[in-house]
């Protein structure tokens, strides 16, 4: 079992940044590949990024690729999100979650597939006015 655990949100203007954490408590934290998702109010789940165990590979949706950035420090079993420029559109809760990679499936042709993630946290809202 893995227990996730997010902070970070808050209000910002647009154009101004925020740093989302997730802390992971549970074994074998560096066995898994890290997401973060959000939901708008009215709108389904979207991918954000994602990390694999070791932090080699990252992944990024089209909509925040040269703003956020996704790292990871599997000394402090945590996982973060550095969200930079943000805008309006980036309102949302935003949620991590845990994927196993134990078993050496293909973790970058499916990062993005929230069905296949194992553990969530309970989000963090991020709200960024104009």
């Known amino acids: 079992q893995v227990q996730l655990v997010e902070s970070g949100g808050g209000l910002v203007q647009a154009g101004g940044s925020l740093r989302l954490s997730c802390a992971a408590s549970?074994?074998?934290?560096?066995?898994?590949?890290m997401g973060w998702f959000r939901q708008a109010p009215g709108k389904e789940r979207d991918s954000v990024a994602a990390?694999?165990?070791?932090?080699?590979?990252?992944y990024y949706a089209d909509s925040v690729k040269g703003r956020f950035t996704i790292s990871r420090d599997n000394a402090k079993n945590t996982v973060y999100l550095q969200m930079n420029s943000l805008k309006t559109e980036d309102t949302a809760v935003y949620y991590c979650?845990?994927?196993?990679?134990?078993?050496?499936?293909?973790?970058?042709?499916?990062?993005?597939?929230?069905?296949?993630?194992?553990?969530w946290g309970q989000g963090t809202q991020v709200a960024v006015s104009s």
């Open positions: 979650a845990a994927r196993w990679q134990g078993d050496g499936s293909s973790y970058g042709t499916s990062w993005y597939d929230g069905f296949r993630y194992d553990f």
């Open positions: 549970g074994r074998a934290f560096n066995m898994y590949g």
């Open positions: 990390i694999n165990w070791n932090g080699a590979n990252t």
